[in-house]
């Protein structure tokens, strides 16, 4: 008989890093085992918040503005939204700190949208406001950096190499490949889950699908010289290229979408902020032995919660934990190694915070969460709510596999108390702005419990 894989080692240095996760995720991960280009984990995550002083942020739409960087952290729960809200608060002011909170809204918004809208998000959410003929694949010379287009070719080897894009350049390279290259926002979306330390379902697909009109009232576009005056000229100044991007915008406009859109002037370059889990059938997996006392409860910490002050983790601090790295997922769904490895930092940092044991593995997730509360003789499995399509079926798979165990689902940490439909930022705006300011909820926001 085999013997049933070992827990993952939750004390790997980053020197070692690498080679054993690389090895224990083999074939789950595209490109070479690497670390991430920033750490992950809380403590990397606050030492990010507090080295922030906001100096600049008005120049955040240049490419040299002082924007925060704090998204991977705040993507993968390792900071909180509020915590960020707070420390805005304290060094920015006035139109600054407004304008950088109302950014952060963003984040609400499309995970709202997400869990209003499902799997929906994955297509398009509405008609495309011009004649859109797009393919599906990716272009190879794209993919490979290899457009002779310096500005293309840097925002895709800054993607790989980073896994993080400014995001004027999430903008551009997204109108690039939708309206100049014809290609469909979802295959773009991919390729930005595969590679962003931020990628996460709500706001990478949402923002695609703003760029490309199909969760907007136009289509987002760029000229030359927009590109020109927000990066610096860093590449125009000595770009031989046939800039398909040189005209007016309303030359652009006619070239691009045959004069069909509606009369608006170009979008702001601040509007949007871009950042399919396919299932599979769950192997049964190996039993996992508990390395201490048998507990009444244990937790399913996620990706969207890598943090000691997740609410799961909060609500049961002397309980067992597990994440998974979900080998169903990984199998169909092109993951760049620097993303996994930024998340086992995560893992790794709550693992050190806390007192009751800790286990990360590779497997089916619902399995591995119906046996690890088998082995300790848990009655409760504690989580942390998010609105993906695979939360759902995870949970729906752990009922089916431990019908006695009892689901205890937390809410996750909101910036605002809203709780009403929603369908553009700009609307949504207007509810919560007081709230999100003032921290004085709106009085004609629908709360939470009272829809």
């Known amino acids: 008989m085999t013997a049933p894989p070992a827990d993952l080692p939750l004390d790997l240095p980053d020197a070692q890093l690498p080679g054993v996760l690389g090895a224990a995720l083999a074939g789950l991960y595209t490109g070479q085992p690497r670390l991430p280009a920033r750490p992950g984990g809380r403590a990397a995550g606050l030492a990010a918040l507090h080295a922030w002083t906001g100096a600049g942020y008005r120049e955040r739409n240049h490419l040299s503005g002082n924007v925060s960087r704090l998204s991977m952290y705040l993507r993968h729960g390792m900071i909180g939204i509020r ?20 950014q952060l809204t963003w984040g609400e918004f499309f995970r709202l949208v ?16 011009y004649p859109a003929h797009w393919t599906d694949a990716l272009p190879d010379d794209v993919r490979a950096a290899r457009t002779d287009l310096p500005c293309v070719d840097a925002w895709v080897t800054h993607l790989i190499r980073d896994g993080w894009l400014h995001n004027h350049e999430r903008l551009w390279f997204a109108a690039y490949l939708i309206h100049w290259r014809g290609v469909h926002w979802r295959a773009g979306y991919a390729f930005f889950r595969e590679h962003l330390l931020d990628g996460d379902i709500a706001s990478n697909a949402l923002s695609w699908q703003w760029v490309a009109s199909t969760f907007s009232n136009k289509p987002y576009f760029m000229n030359q010289e927009n590109i020109e005056r927000f990066s610096g000229g860093r590449w125009c100044r000595t770009c031989t290229a046939n800039c398909p991007f040189r005209g007016s915008y309303e030359e652009l406009e006619a070239r691009l979408f045959s004069g069909h859109l509606p009369r608006q ?21 190996a039993p996992i032995q508990p390395t201490g006392p048998t507990s009444p409860r244990v937790v399913w910490v996620h990706g969207d919660g890598l943090s000691v002050t997740d609410p799961a983790l909060s609500a049961c601090p002397d309980a067992p934990a597990l994440f998974v790295f979900d080998r169903p997922f990984l199998s169909g769904v092109p993951i760049a190694f620097p993303r996994l490895a930024f998340m086992y930092q995560g893992v790794r940092d709550i693992a050190a915070a806390r007192r009751a044991p800790t286990h990360a593995r590779v497997g089916a997730v619902a399995g591995e969460l119906a046996a690890f509360a088998r082995a300790y003789g848990a009655g409760e499995l504690h989580v942390t709510r998010n609105f993906t399509p695979e939360f759902t079926r995870i949970l729906a798979g752990v009922r089916a596999a431990h019908p006695d165990l009892r689901v205890v689902v937390h809410e996750p940490e909101r910036l605002t108390s809203y709780d009403g439909p929603v369908r553009r930022f700009f609307g949504f705006w207007k509810k919560v702005e007081r709230e999100v300011l003032q921290g004085a909820p709106s009085p004609d926001a629908p709360r939470r419990g009272h829809r």
């Open 83 to 102: 915590e960020v809200a707070a420390h805005a608060r304290h060094v920015l002011r006035g139109r600054e700190r407004d304008e950088f909170l109302r």
């Open 114 to 129: 997400l869990r209003q809208e499902g799997a929906r998000v994955l297509d398009n959410l509405e008609e495309p406001k």
């Open 265 to 285: 002037s170009p979008a702001s370059p601040g509007g949007g902020n871009p950042h399919r889990a396919e299932p599979a059938q769950e192997a049964e997996p």
